[in-house]
Every structure is written in structure tokens, then in C-alpha cells.
């Protein structure tokens, strides 16, 4: 026992002298190294798996990272990024995962982007509502299998790479986020039985590497949502959101993928506004860059950059703080999906005090549901009006409310607005 407590001290020291050295340098928050100083490693196959058509396929990464020759820092803290494309599309080289490459690998860290099983029954429609939502959670434990193996794979070639595998962040843009959420915080349990005899266990596909600590120090996420916020409060990792307000895939606040209502609801996305909520009741650290009036493609990949380095520098200094960046980026209001040409013309007063009148176009033939939400995301109020084509003007009675901030949904089959009001 008393050599066991030793041990673990021991490696404890040297987890405590990397983070103060991590602090200390001048790198990982500013660019060190010019790009052609960097060494980039492509096609690295991380493992094997069958994918949803029944085929073996490879599964590959790529790594950007200072060239060894020129840099005097033997092991580096890793950012391993998964990209988004709503489980059908998307690469390693998409989602700006390239000039992130760029960016970090010239910061001073080592840098994966990789690539994972694709494919689900989406249905026929083009919006992509009316697909199989079995068949995407099937897609999404694929996927989960394939980012685990993939830090499997890293972390044991980490001597290789020049890994420390004590440091890792994993970063996910849309539906990489939502990945990267799972693969941290999800465990066999929370996956329908089922998917274990047909696809394996979550850490047992793609390679036959036995290493199934997922860890990260700090997750990012862009444009990212959860079925299961409460997942989040297993571990309490500092977390980096960016998500625009007027997002028309993954929801800001909550509601169904791709806000597919009909023919039936998607099951429901819990928005980064959601899950800053959630941390913030909880007292977890996140710093959250929230832009007004944009849609899902937030933040540019040095925008993400800029706030990532410092919220990373933070916690290799020992002292990360929560923060909140509200940039107004767009129209402070925002059709969210307007396939239907759904627009409010207007909404006011705004503050309110009995009665807010709010201008309604569209082309669409169908009711408009008005919903209204307090701050922690409750809805205080729902109703269904009868709309017809070009434009109508509505009248809400707001009286019963209590003074305070809200947001007001309004929706139709293939438009929706979301407008903050005050009373």
C-alpha cells in the first residue's frame, strides 16, 4: 500500500511539474512556429470497423505538429478535433479542421483530425426530417466507437507522436461535438442494449488497443447538443462553447435536430445555451462565446482559436475561469430554418408592459405556434393561431408575467423565430 501511495504521488509530481512548465513557456497561447516549420503526418490508420452498409472500412487521422527537428519540447499536449456533417457527410479535412491544424500545430501542441464511420437512413425529404432515428443513434454509437478507438490509438503511439498523454482537449465541431460529448461522459449503460451484441462495446471496435480511459482536461465544442444534458455532470471538465443564436441545425437553446417537427419531432437537442445553464447551476467552469444573429457556422477557425489558446493556457495555469462572450454577429432577430419564408416583421414593445404586438410574413399555409420561454429555458406559455398567407399581425397578452427577461419562439412547419423580449 505505502508503495502504491508513493507511486501515485510520484506520477502526481510529474503531472504537476508538466502543467507548471505548460504555464511558464511562451507557446500553446501564441504562434511559435511558422507553418512551414510544421510537420503534417496524413493518412495514419487508427483501426478498422464495419460500417452501416455491412463493409470493413479503414479508418484514418491526420496530425499536425511542430517538426520534431526544430522543436525542443520532447512531449506536447494534444487537441484531437471530430468534424461535424450530421453523421453523412464531413471529413477529417472539413469543418475547418485544417487551418485549425495550422493554428494549434504552430501554438506548440500536437494536433489529430480524424476521420469516422458515416451513414444513417435520413429520409427522403431535403431538409432531412423523416428519417430513421434509430437508425441515427446506431450511427452515433458507431461513431462514438471510432473517437474512442482513435484516442485509444493516440495515446498508445504517444512516445511516437510526441504526445502527453496527461494533457489531451478534444474538440468537436456540430455533429463532432455532440460525438465528443458522448465519448467522454456516456457509458455502456446509457446506450440501448441492443447496440452492444450487434456493434460490439464503445471501447471494444475499431482496434484491439486496451486503454478505455477517455480523459480529456477540456472539451470544445461548435455548434454542439446533447439528448442527455444530465451526462455532462458526471465529470467536471472545463468546457469551451461557441454557438450562434440563430442556429437552424443543432438548436441554441433546445429542440429537435435540424428543428424537424414534421412528419414526427427528432428527439430533442439540449444547445449550448442549455448546458451553460446547466454548468453554471452546478458551479462548473465553461466560458461560452455566444454570437447573436449566427447561424451554424459560428465562429471562423481563428476565431475559435483566439478564445481556445486562452481557455487552454488557463487551465494549464491552474486558475480556468468562467466567462461569457456575447458578439452580435447578424440580426438580433433570426429565422432558424426558413424553407417556408417564415419572418417577423416585427415585435413590439420591447420592454413590454400588458400586450406585445408582433408582424408575421410567410408563404406557408399552416397555424403559427407562439411559445414563450423564461431564462432557465421553462416554457410559461403556448399557443396556436390561424395564419394565412402573406402577412397577419398578432396581439399576445403578456400581463400575467413577471417582470424579468424571456424569449418568445414563434413557428411553423419550416420557419422559426426566437426573440427576446422584457417585461
Given at each position: 500500500?505505502?508503495?502504491?501511495?508513493?507511486?501515485?504521488?510520484?506520477?502526481?509530481?510529474?503531472?504537476f511539474a508538466s502543467a507548471q512548465?505548460?504555464?511558464?513557456?511562451?507557446?500553446?497561447?501564441?504562434?511559435?512556429?511558422?507553418?512551414?516549420?510544421?510537420?503534417?503526418?496524413?493518412n495514419i490508420k487508427y483501426g478498422d470497423a464495419i460500417n452501416n452498409l455491412g463493409i470493413a472500412q479503414d479508418l484514418y487521422l491526420d496530425i499536425y505538429r511542430p517538426n520534431p527537428d526544430l522543436d525542443t519540447m520532447i512531449k506536447k499536449p494534444l487537441i484531437m478535433f471530430v468534424h461535424g456533417g450530421g453523421l453523412v457527410g464531413g471529413d477529417k479535412n472539413s469543418m475547418g479542421s485544417v487551418d485549425l491544424g495550422y493554428l494549434y500545430a504552430r501554438a506548440g501542441f500536437v494536433y489529430a483530425t480524424i476521420n469516422y464511420r458515416l451513414g444513417w437512413d435520413n429520409g427522403e425529404q431535403e431538409d432531412g426530417c423523416g428519417g430513421d432515428t434509430i437508425d441515427l443513434f446506431k450511427a452515433t454509437y458507431r461513431a462514438v466507437q471510432d473517437v474512442?478507438?482513435?484516442?485509444?490509438?493516440?495515446?498508445?503511439?504517444?512516445?511516437?507522436?510526441?504526445?502527453?498523454?496527461?494533457?489531451?482537449?478534444?474538440?468537436?465541431?456540430?455533429?463532432?461535438?455532440?460525438?465528443?460529448?458522448?465519448?467522454?461522459?456516456?457509458?455502456?449503460?446509457?446506450y440501448r442494449p441492443e447496440f452492444l451484441d450487434e456493434m460490439g462495446s464503445i471501447d471494444t471496435s475499431g482496434n484491439d488497443i486496451i486503454n478505455t480511459n477517455f480523459n480529456p482536461i477540456a472539451?470544445?465544442?461548435?455548434?454542439?447538443?446533447?439528448?442527455?444534458?444530465?451526462?455532462?455532470?458526471?465529470?467536471?471538465?472545463?468546457?469551451?462553447?461557441?454557438h450562434g443564436t440563430c442556429d437552424s441545425i443543432v438548436p441554441y437553446f433546445v429542440g429537435p435536430a435540424f428543428f424537424c417537427y414534421e412528419p414526427f419531432p427528432y428527439p430533442s437537442l439540449y444547445g449550448s445555451w442549455e448546458l451553460t445553464e446547466m454548468y453554471k447551476a452546478n458551479g462548473?467552469?465553461?466560458?461560452?462565446?455566444?454570437?447573436?444573429?449566427?447561424?451554424h457556422d459560428v465562429a471562423l477557425p481563428d476565431t475559435v482559436y483566439h478564445y481556445a489558446k486562452s481557455f487552454i493556457k488557463e487551465i494549464f495555469c491552474e486558475n480556468p475561469t468562467t466567462?461569457?462572450?456575447?458578439?452580435?454577429?447578424?440580426?438580433?432577430?433570426?429565422?432558424?430554418?426558413?424553407?417556408?419564408?417564415?419572418?417577423?416583421?416585427?415585435?413590439?414593445p420591447n420592454p413590454v408592459s400588458d400586450n406585445i404586438n408582433i408582424?408575421?410574413?410567410?408563404?406557408?399555409?399552416?397555424?403559427?405556434?407562439?411559445?414563450?420561454?423564461?431564462?432557465?429555458?421553462?416554457?410559461?406559455?403556448?399557443?396556436?393561431?390561424?395564419?394565412?398567407?402573406?402577412?397577419?399581425?398578432?396581439?399576445?397578452?403578456?400581463?400575467?408575467?413577471?417582470?424579468?427577461?424571456y424569449f418568445l419562439q414563434i413557428r411553423q412547419q419550416y420557419g422559426m423565430y426566437v426573440m427576446p423580449f422584457v417585461k
Open positions: 500500500m505505502k508503495f502504491l501511495i508513493i507511486v501515485s504521488y510520484f506520477l502526481y509530481l510529474i503531472k512548465n505548460y504555464c511558464d513557456v511562451e507557446r500553446f497561447d501564441q504562434a511559435i512556429f511558422d507553418s512551414v516549420d510544421l510537420e503534417i503526418i496524413a474512442r478507438a482513435a484516442l485509444r490509438y493516440l495515446k498508445a503511439n504517444a512516445d511516437i507522436y510526441g504526445i502527453d498523454t496527461n494533457y489531451i482537449i478534444v474538440e468537436g465541431n456540430s455533429a463532432g461535438s455532440r460525438l465528443i460529448m458522448f465519448a467522454t461522459y456516456a457509458e455502456q449503460e446509457d472539451l470544445i465544442t461548435e455548434a454542439g447538443g446533447i439528448e442527455q444534458p444530465e451526462l455532462l455532470l458526471r465529470k467536471e471538465i472545463p468546457f469551451l462553447f461557441f462548473y467552469t465553461y466560458q461560452f462565446y455566444s454570437g447573436e444573429g449566427a447561424a466567462k461569457e462572450f456575447y458578439r452580435v454577429l447578424g440580426k438580433a432577430k433570426c429565422a432558424v430554418g426558413n424553407k417556408g419564408e417564415l419572418f417577423v416583421e416585427s415585435l413590439y408582424t408575421i410574413t410567410s408563404t406557408q399555409i399552416d397555424d403559427v405556434a407562439l411559445s414563450i420561454y423564461n431564462v432557465i429555458g421553462q416554457t410559461i406559455y403556448n399557443l396556436r393561431l390561424d395564419f394565412y398567407p402573406p402577412i397577419k399581425e398578432y396581439s399576445l397578452d403578456v400581463s400575467f408575467l413577471s417582470h424579468g427577461m
